[in-house]
C-alpha cells in the first residue's frame, strides 16, 4: 500500500512539475509578445527590420530615402536661384521648386517617421559639391546652369517616383502617385524655360 501511494505522489508531482514549465513557457511567449509590440509602438529600431516593423520592403524605404535627398536639393538649389538668377521665369521657378518641394518634403517626413525610416537631413557630399559650384554664378550664366540641373535632376526624379508608385506599401504607393503627377509638371516647365534660354 505504501509503494502504491508513494508511486502516485511521485506521479502526482511529476505532472504539476510540467505543468509548471508549460505555463512558464506560455508567460514566457507571451512576455516576448508584448515585448515586440511595445518596442513598435516606441519606435525602437532596429537594424535591418523595417520590412516587418514599418510594413515597408526595402524597395520603399529606399525610394523614401531617394526621394528625402532630392527634395531636399529641389530646395537648397532654388534658395540659391532666388539669389543668384536674373531671368524673372528661372525665379518664378524657383519660388514654386520652394513650394511645391517644401510641402512635398514635409510630407515625406511625416509619412517615413509614420512609417519609422530614417531618412537624410543633410545632402550627400557630391549633391553638395555641385550647390557649392552653382552658387558661384550669377546672371545668365547661372539661369542657364541652374535650368539644365533641374532638367537632370527632374528627369531623374520623375524616373524614381514611377516605381515608387509600384511599391506594394498603399500609403507610400499613393503618396508617391500624387507628388509624381506635380514633378512631372515642374519637368516639362523646367524643360520649356531651358529652351527659351538657348
Known sequence: MKKI????????????FQSCQTADKKSSTEKDSVAGDTNMITGNHVAGTESTESGLDEDGATFLRKAAAGGMMEVEAAKIAQKN???QSVKDFADKMLTDHGK???????????KK???????????????????KVTGAAFDKAYMEMMVKDHDKTVAIFKDGTNNRDAALKSWASKTLAIIEHHDQMAKEIASSLK
Open 85 to 87: 538668377a536674373s531671368n
Open 5 to 16: 501511494f508513494l508511486i502516485s505522489t511521485i506521479v502526482a508531482g511529476a505532472l504539476l
Open 117 to 135: 525610416i530614417i531618412t537624410p537631413n543633410t545632402l550627400p557630399a557630391e549633391e553638395q559639391i555641385r550647390l557649392d559650384e552653382l552658387k
Open 104 to 114: 512635398a518634403n514635409q510630407q515625406l517626413k511625416e509619412l517615413a517617421d509614420y
